[in-house]
């Protein structure tokens, strides 16, 4: 064999590397957030320029942005404390009285801490009449554990009811099951070592027919890591030739093929699955601007730099200039401001 005909041997980072997909790399690159915590910051300096922004002639809506949206969710919370020590008033109701609409919105999700953000967020999916109830699985089937734990205790202490609870009051079928599987925070850890016979053993259940089949799809799911899951969706394929999503839309249909769906979106790739959701946001006649400022509020310190690759992958154009296209009134700068940049 000719030396130019051998393969091309890759280096030991290109190796290692090839196995990662983007939204798998935030361990080996640290976050993938658009948004990090701020070296210089000072709270006092940022409370004395909120103060200007709102007590000078006219509000200062680029100047309230720009400081919050530069700063991580925890140096939030310290400008909060320190608005109040210096003032003896509440950053967030002084901020609600000097603005209004989409940004006043935009600019209380940032403030509220994480917990209660996501708390409210799914109180919202779940008791509001014909809400989009994929958004309460959308939290929980995206949060770490830690995470997911106190956003459930704030749930329970904000609204003095367990949100087990109301997905049983609010839900039904295998939505119910996959919701309640998934509060319970069970998904195992992923031990560096995958089990090829309990791959093989999940995969040849998601396969059996009948009226009681569907538990295995929610055990499974709900409680295997994803690592696991990515060598059983792949198992499934060699076995039978389509991919689990396929099989999910020929053997279910309505809420359970839908949440389903979504819940196996999550698993395969979550960055593709905020990317697909934004784009839908986008696509509306009007943008829906809960959806934007939810995803790139709750993602913007996590992988919102992953999110932006897979969109731009996946519909040619940048998440950025998408937004500049679609998003208008008085949040589309502060939007733009977390998603923070075009991708060539």
């Not at 509000?59 to 020590?85: C, G, M, P, W, Y």
């Not at 009051?169 to 319970?184: P, R």
């Not at 950025?320 to 208008?328: C, G, M, V, W």
């Amino acid at each position: 064999m000719s030396v130019s005909s051998r393969r091309k041997v890759p280096s030991l980072a290109q190796e290692i590397l090839s196995y990662l997909g983007l939204a798998n790399k935030t361990a080996a690159w640290g976050t993938l957030g658009t948004l990090r915590t701020f070296l210089s910051f000072s709270a006092d300096k940022d409370v004395q320029r909120l103060l200007r922004a709102i007590t000078g002639q006219g509000v200062d809506h680029k100047a309230i942005v720009d400081v919050l949206t530069n700063r991580s969710r925890e140096q939030r919370q310290l400008i909060s404390r320190a608005f109040q020590e210096r003032t003896q008033q509440d950053l967030l109701k002084s901020l609600q009285a000097a603005l209004s609409g989409n940004l006043e919105r935009f600019v209380v999700a940032l403030l509220q801490p994480e917990a209660q953000f996501d708390a409210q967020e799914l109180r919202t999916a779940l008791k509001t009449p014909d809400s989009a109830k994929d958004v309460a699985l959308e939290i929980l089937a995206t949060r770490a554990t830690p995470q997911l734990q106190e956003c459930l205790a704030v749930y329970r202490n904000s609204f003095q009811v367990e949100a087990e609870e109301d997905i049983k009051s609010e839900t039904s079928g295998i939505l119910q099951d996959l919701l309640l599987a998934l509060a319970k925070g069970g998904r195992e850890s992923y031990s560096g070592i995958i089990d090829y016979n309990l791959a093989e053993q999940d995969a040849q259940a998601f396969q059996q027919q009948g009226p009681s089949t569907e538990g295995p799809w929610v055990l499974i799911l709900t409680q295997r890591n994803p690592q696991h899951l990515s060598r059983v969706f792949d198992q499934y394929q060699w076995s039978t030739g389509q991919a689990l999503e396929e099989a999910i839309q020929e053997r279910f249909y309505g809420d359970p093929q839908a949440a389903l769906l979504s819940l196996a979106s999550v698993i395969r790739n979550t960055p593709l699955y905020f990317a697909d959701k934004l784009h839908q946001a986008l696509q509306e006649t009007e943008p829906n601007y809960h959806v934007l400022m939810r995803i790139l509020i709750s993602r913007s310190e996590i992988d919102l730099l992953s999110i932006r690759a897979e969109f731009k992958k996946k519909f040619g154009k940048s998440l950025y200039s998408s937004l500049q296209d679609a998003a208008r009134g008085d949040c589309w700068f502060a939007l733009l401001a977390l998603c923070r940049a075009q991708d060539l």
